[in-house]
């Protein structure tokens, strides 16, 4: 019997600037207030069954994380999006929840790529789709890029999977991209920005999706779930 429950949640304008360790604490915060029984791991420092997808770079707004938390007794996925929604703080809500079947693989190893809108002020709308073209066909973009052991040169052409042609809303632009994240190839949101001539200060970023990219298709995290019982 499924003790686990993935669901998907917003972080709206309110919170885009909580890092990615507060938001873990605001929603462990939100289980104890919420009295939901969840489970604990064992040894010297027990902590809460919780797990995420992919971590949100602070600034960034999102319409599709998702985490997965284990409980000690069977939750229906309703219960929990009642309950939970009823102690989140402003600018978190939950939007779909599911029981998990047993042995499902985590979070961490399906989710390989991500969908982010981009929404920037004043933008020169020809000259995006001249530098969307110029991206297509190249063959590389080599950016420096900080670590911990110092810099190194990447080379982001092929984490950028898809571009959408801009749409103009007033005096807005508005792009949707489809790029690699997580582990195997990570293309961040300031970087994507850069690639595509947008200021990163100035540009509105929001991420859309968590996906699973397999043989050139896409599907979400729910989407391999046996029975697929999203609320």
Excluded: W
């Excluded at 973009?141 to 982001?156: H, Q, S, Y």
């Amino acid at each position: 019997m499924s003790r686990v429950i993935r669901f998907q949640f917003r972080k709206g304008q309110e919170l885009r600037f909580l890092s990615h360790l507060d938001l873990i604490r605001t929603l462990e915060r939100a289980v104890r207030r919420g009295r939901l029984p969840i489970a604990f791991s064992e040894g010297f420092s027990p902590r809460p069954k919780m797990s995420f997808g992919s971590a949100l770079a602070v600034g960034i707004m999102s319409e599709a994380e998702y985490a997965d938390f284990e409980f000690t007794e069977r939750i229906e996925p309703n219960e929990f999006m009642t309950t939970f929604n009823s102690v989140l703080p402003t600018g978190l809500e939950v939007i779909k929840a599911v029981l998990l079947p047993p042995k499902s693989p985590s979070l961490m190893t399906e989710i390989n790529a991500a969908e982010y809108k981009l929404v920037a002020h004043d933008t020169d709308a020809a000259g995006l789709v001249s530098r969307i073209k110029s991206l297509q066909t190249a063959d590389s973009f080599v950016v420096e890029r900080k670590t911990k052991k110092g810099i190194r040169l990447v080379d982001l052409r092929p984490l950028l999977y898809e571009v959408e042609h801009p749409q103009e809303i007033g005096s807005e632009t508005a792009i949707r991209c489809r790029c690699a994240v997580g582990s195997s190839g990570n293309l961040r949101p300031n970087e994507l920005c850069i690639m595509l001539g947008m200021d990163p200060f100035t540009t509105k970023i929001v991420r859309t999706a968590l996906l699973i990219k397999e043989d050139g298709s896409y599907q979400d995290p729910f989407d391999r779930i046996e029975g697929h019982n999203a609320t």
